[in-house]
């Protein structure tokens, strides 16, 4: 079958000096070709695949706003409907449920998703589903004067829908459990998420990003569901996740109890595979990586860099080296205090790449109390 050249996309992506300039040249050469030989696509920094926007840069904005325009059009296109009120409100829900949150997780169990792309979807859900409920939640005194907004938890239980993270896992532990039960008629996919490869000598595929967040899902549930099937033992002692699709026990699990109608903290979801804990908060005993371990002391404990009270531009105070911005000139404040107390010298490393930078000061403002 010939190939209809016509339609195709070449996302072009070029970085560097004067790769400004070169995007234009291309696209104005291309566009050219393609009107003289009608044999050529359209070249662009974007492109459409599969039902995903692809975008040269790596990103996933364009990505998301696509989905949620899906989403707004499953809702207006029934905009008469929500209104009505002849219409009771468990009909709503339904229609609610089928059209609209399933367009915003339709595919997904396919895909990794970060967290502000999550959080994105989800309140446009919450949004819509106010809506449809028409004034319904809400909490209201007895003389209609004061109306309270119900939670964003209290919604979701009276539209019976989970968040949209807690809906990806559970779709993707029943799509990996339709995949265990059918072993023949997913060799390729078996093969991309588990296959080991040889990249050189010394290094080879371990652990895909599916099946590493696949796994956080299973430890989930396993604790959930109470289950006794020990799914990371293995993957300690090989490396690779092949080992999962021998456990048939694992269709016997029962995904719905991965649902959740309250979205939940980040931090300490799931679990870690690839390699073991390297510190411990000395307030709560909260265990992870050093860094894992400084953002949970900020977060929960308030304690933050010591250096942020000495650094207030983007100038190191010991060296009185320009740096970019504030949070790299702390950093290097910190290493430039670390030598100095090993060798007594203070010696800048880092070049001078940002001389023409000028030092941001910022002025703190001081109050008088009233009281004393």
Not at 131 to 150: I, P
């Amino acid at each position: 079958m010939a190939q209809n050249r016509e339609k195709e996309e070449h996302i072009v992506s070029i970085f560097g000096k004067g790769c400004v300039q070169e995007i234009q040249e291309l696209k104005k050469y291309c566009k050219e070709r393609r009107e003289n030989t009608k044999d050529f696509g359209q070249v662009g920094s974007e492109g459409k695949y599969l039902g995903n926007v692809t975008e040269a840069s790596g990103k996933t904005k364009k990505n998301t706003d696509a989905r949620i325009s899906a989403i707004r059009e499953s809702y207006y296109a029934l905009q008469g409907f929500w209104s009505r009120e002849d219409v009771i409100l468990s009909i709503k829900i339904n229609a609610f449920k089928g059209m609209v949150y399933n367009t915003a997780l339709s595919g997904m169990e396919a895909e990794l998703c970060s967290r502000q792309e999550i959080i994105k979807i989800d309140k446009e859900i919450i949004r819509l589903a106010r809506k449809t409920l028409a004034g319904r939640a809400c909490e209201r005194t007895d003389d209609n004067t004061v109306h309270k907004a119900w939670t964003n938890t209290k919604v979701r239980k009276q539209m019976k829908i989970g968040t949209i993270e807690s809906e990806m896992a559970r779709r993707r532990v029943r799509w990996f459990k339709t995949m265990i039960a059918n072993p023949e008629d997913n060799l390729m996919i078996r093969t991309v998420l588990s296959g080991k490869m040889e990249a050189d000598e010394y290094d080879e595929t371990r652990i895909t990003p599916w099946m590493e967040q696949l796994l956080e899902d299973l430890t989930i549930l396993k604790f959930r569901g109470k289950y006794d099937l020990d799914i990371i033992q293995e993957l300690r002692e090989t490396g690779n996740t092949a080992y999962l699709w021998n456990y048939k026990e694992l269709v016997k699990w029962n995904e719905d109890l991965l649902r959740d109608t309250e979205m939940e903290d980040n931090e300490n979801k799931g679990i870690r595979t690839q390699g073991e804990a390297t510190d411990k908060c000395e307030h709560c005993g909260y265990e992870g990586s050093k860094q894992q371990v400084a953002m949970h002391a900020a977060r929960k404990h308030k304690i933050e860099r010591k250096m942020k009270t000495y650094v207030l531009g983007n100038q190191c105070p010991l060296c009185e080296t320009l740096l970019g911005n504030r949070k790299t000139a702390i950093q290097h404040v910190e290493k430039t205090f670390e030598r100095y107390k090993v060798t007594g010298e203070i010696t800048c490393r880092t070049k001078k790449m940002n001389k023409k930078t000028e030092y941001q000061k910022t002025l703190i403002k001081t109050y008088d109390c009233e009281e004393c």
